[in-house]
């Protein structure tokens, strides 16, 4: 008996079938495999942060809790005015300076400054800081975010480009 080497069209289909399956499969695992190992191979080399300048220290008066916008150092050429991040500039004494994230701790709803009361609050749900960014009442369980700062030449810098976080 002659053995025979053809392949049935059902099974060449099924093994097509099989195959596209697979590189199908292949092709869209990959962004998924590349978003769960991208902070692995990034690492926390601090690749987006820079110092970045707020502006002089005079226009920010010792005692006084000031608005301030900074350009993120991390900019995309279709970010366009998202770039431009606000933060709160508290000026303690000398060059002690406190910046703080606009975001709230509970759940990131922009916060106030109130100068009457000298309280931060948050207009989302209630939650309320003393003028350091120390907790005061309401639903967030710390401080506000700080970032880094330091007064250089005679302006004030800080450490931009990620969100200030517990875990930092």
């Not at 990034?42 to 820079?50: D, E, F, M, V």
């Not at 000398?94 to 975001?103: D, K, L, M």
């Not at 369980?141 to 880094?148: K, L, Q, W």
């Amino acid at each position: 008996m002659a053995e025979q080497n053809t392949l049935s069209r059902r099974a060449l289909l099924m093994k097509l079938g099989v195959l596209l399956n697979g590189l199908v499969a292949i092709i869209l695992a990959l962004p998924i495999v590349r978003f769960l190992f991208s902070s692995v191979t990034r690492g926390r080399s601090g690749a987006y942060r820079s110092w970045v300048s707020l502006g002089s220290v005079d226009q920010f008066p010792e005692g006084q809790t000031r608005f301030a916008t900074f350009r993120n150092p991390y900019v995309m050429p279709t970010d366009g005015k998202t770039v431009d991040t606000p933060c709160w500039v508290r000026h303690v004494t000398g060059t002690q300076f406190q910046v703080f994230a606009i975001n709230c701790a509970h759940l990131g709803c922009p916060v106030r400054w109130f100068p009457q009361s000298g309280l931060f609050f948050c207009p989302c749900h209630g939650g309320v800081y003393y003028r350091d960014g120390s907790r005061a009442a309401g639903p967030p369980e710390r401080g506000m975010f700080e970032y880094p700062n330091r007064v250089q030449n005679g302006a004030v810098w800080i450490l931009a480009g990620e969100l200030p976080t517990p875990g930092a």
